[in-house]
DNA sequence: TCCATCAGTGAACAGGCGTACACTGAAAGT
DNA sequence: ACTTTCAGTGTACGCCTGTTCACTGATGGA
């Protein structure tokens, strides 16, 4: 005999079937024109069950913000903790953008779309976690050799740089239809130069 | 006695009237959520007359799509043909950048907003013309000191990463207040100094 | 054991939507 | 002068939406 689950498991059980509706459906029509009744569906309840769970689809927008970066913020801090990735700090790091993105497509679609596109609160919710990570990274290029002397304002800037191109990456890896390796190998070829780019400028960068 | 204007005139200005009504819409709601019951009462028509001019909303997100890029490529030229763009390439074009954006703000928020998150024709469409963009630029760059014996793909690399920095500064540009020439100020001296890091790389590229 | 809590139900509502259809009346072609 | 064309009208339709309200019945504390 299974016991059954206690009330508040069962409730953070469907908390998370409300959620990935909302990002699967999402996925293909954008989280601002689904509806409260088709995320309800989707996840198996009545439409007015979703009250319970949320005030709003702007409220669910946000958990699905935060939810999303909680997510991507994890398997970075992983991919930094790798020593191959402070070794070769270009290299490894066009990979792994490839890789995480892959691993958690929806997330990404998600938060690539609503970055321009979402309402207002789910807008400036994605602004603050992208600033934030801009500054993650910036700690992290602060220690390489050519960029010690910096002007913090510039390491954010050069930072700033590398998390919107890797953005811009991710967008396309989003987009990327299943098993093409090669367009994969390709978008990471690209990642991989550009970063380099930037890096050379990094060398002859002063003020 | 004002002669009555011929039946294609009144057609093309009621033509216009739509396609305002939707640039002007979508710049507070975001295209795919707008109705097109909602363009036709802002454009000052009945909902079934719609279907004289556009089959469909879809069908006018790309003619949105179009008279956007017309607009912008336009204005762009005509900078490129100053003769100070070509002095001081990067100082003149951080400024022309800001000024260009803020006097076709509502064209450029459409087209940040709907690249990502637009309907699969409308981004597509987009895409492309963002595409051919680049190409021209990676033109003008070629011709640059450092520059001139790149590979072309490498001039398009170059041309890419300028280009997906500027559209993202326009979208900052875009979602500043009116009437803050501080920030502007600021947004113009970021793009300045990204842009002249990305050239500082011109200097050591190779392969 | 009893009883309060509360996640999920189901019917009902007013209002917006896209679109079909038959229409009007001025402009343009003959 | 007569006729055709066609941009714009007005009504009507079935559908989907968000939200209300009174409800059910299992969970879990007393």
Redesign the pocket.
Known sequence: MSE????????G???E?ILNAALELSGTHGFAQ????????QA??????????F???DELGLALVERSFLTLRTMIREAQRDPQVFENIIDASAEVLVRVVKQNRMHFAFVARERASGSAAVREAIQRELELFISELAVVLARLPNIETWSSEDVKLASGLFVRNMVYRAEQVVQMPEGRPDREEEITRKARREMRLIVLGFEKWQS
Chains 1, 2 share one sequence.
Do not use: C, D
């Open positions: 059954s689950p206690s009330r508040q498991e069962q409730k059980r469907t908390r079937a689904i509806s409260l009744r088709q995320v309800s569906r198996g309840i009545v439409p007015t069950a979703f009250y319970r769970h005030e709003s689809m």
